[in-house]
């Protein structure tokens, strides 16, 4: 056991799928995973493990934002030997071509967030995806027909920003879309030598003002977890 998930040795998969919401990952479990089991409730975190197609998954909630959700990656890799982690979440659209339910891929997450700076003093590191499994992702969509967006994403501290245009920045520089946790996932993923991509569905759009249902940010986007269910 760690400090914030009670699973015994052996009962987390070497692949790991996250979420924000741990409702979307108990729904992913019930929806995707045979013969799932809980094996974390603490704080209200669902963790499961279960199989896809005769292979070992799991799925852990790790909470919204960067200092949540790194230890959670913290406590997968070093704790539990987790080799490959694929946030699976929702984001806002910073492009008007990118639309509410879209897919994005994070090559690259630039952020709002202050967790470098004590790491690379007056320097920029800029956190990225690993190329073995941006590269499946990519592929496997092609081959089923899923239209994807790849490219830099943002990751913020804040999801309420105080000036309702500061997007336009970003956007000009290319950002796709914000979420809130790709950066510190890459980084820690950087750091033990693991395996790290986030895959994101649009849940709403800063160009148009669209927003997705709260049950749909829950328990839809069926495309952005079967990507991440088949490129292990």
Same mark, same amino acid.
């Given at each position: 056991?760690?400090?914030?998930?009670?699973?015994?040795?052996?009962? *987390? %998969? #070497? +692949?790991? =799928?996250?979420?924000?919401?741990?409702?979307?990952?108990?729904? *992913? %479990? #019930? +929806?995707? =995973?045979?013969?799932?089991?809980?094996?974390?409730?603490?704080?209200?975190?669902?963790?499961?493990?279960g199989t896809y197609n005769g292979e070992r998954f799991s799925v852990q909630g790790s909470g919204m934002g960067i200092p949540s959700a790194m230890i959670y990656y913290h406590e997968l890799i070093n704790d539990y030997g987790v080799n490959n982690i694929i946030r699976v979440g929702t984001a806002g659209s910073y492009q008007?071509?990118?639309?509410?339910?879209?897919?994005?891929?994070?090559?690259?997450?630039?952020?709002?967030?202050?967790?470098n700076?004590?790491?690379?003093i007056n320097a920029d590191y800029s956190?990225?995806?690993?190329?073995?499994?941006?590269?499946s992702a990519s592929l496997?969509?092609?081959?089923?027909?899923?239209k994807i967006k790849a490219g830099?994403?943002?990751?913020?501290?804040e999801f309420y920003d105080d000036d309702p245009n500061a997007y336009k920045l970003w956007?000009?520089?290319?950002?796709?879309?914000?979420?809130?946790?790709?950066?510190?996932?890459?980084?820690?993923?950087?750091k033990h030598n693991v395996r790290a991509l986030a895959i994101l569905t649009i849940s709403d759009s800063m160009v148009t003002g669209e927003h997705a249902s709260v049950s749909d940010r829950e328990s839809s986007f069926n495309e952005m977890v079967e990507i991440a269910l088949n490129i292990i």
């Open positions: 056991m760690s400090l914030h998930i009670e699973a015994k040795k052996g009962e *987390i %998969a #070497e +692949t790991v =799928l996250i979420p924000g919401d741990p409702l979307r990952a108990k729904w *992913i %479990a #019930e +929806t995707f =995973l045979k013969d799932a089991f809980c094996y974390n409730e603490v704080r209200g975190m669902l963790g499961y493990t008007s071509d990118i639309k509410v339910r879209d897919i994005v891929l994070a090559m690259a997450a630039s952020t709002t967030s202050g967790i700076n004590s790491r690379f956190p990225t995806a690993s190329f073995e499994l941006l590269l496997y969509a092609r081959k089923k027909g899923i830099n994403v943002l990751s913020a501290d956007a000009k520089y290319g950002v796709l879309c914000a979420e809130m946790e790709a950066s510190g996932l890459y980084t820690i993923a950087a």
